[in-house]
């Protein structure tokens, strides 16, 4: 990604793909990515980044897993 303190990446079973990143800094963090508008977290809540029109927004120290 050219940012060290941004760790993404991605993982596929059959069909299913999941999107994982992780925001490794104070400071909010924007990705852009494949996933659906809307999309959140799957599992998690407090830090977990929220994805719309092609971008992850990532709080600080904040983190994402999404269905691309």
Not at 24 to 29: N, Q, S
Request: net charge neutral.
């Amino acid at each position: 990604t050219g940012n060290d303190l941004l760790l993404a990446y991605s993982r596929q079973e059959g069909d299913k793909k999941i999107l994982c990143a992780f925001n490794l800094g104070e400071k909010p963090l924007t990705l852009a990515a494949k996933c659906r508008d809307g999309a959140s977290s799957l599992a998690f809540a407090g830090q977990a980044g929220t994805a719309s029109s092609g971008k992850i927004q990532l709080p600080a120290y904040g983190f994402f897993f999404g269905e691309e």
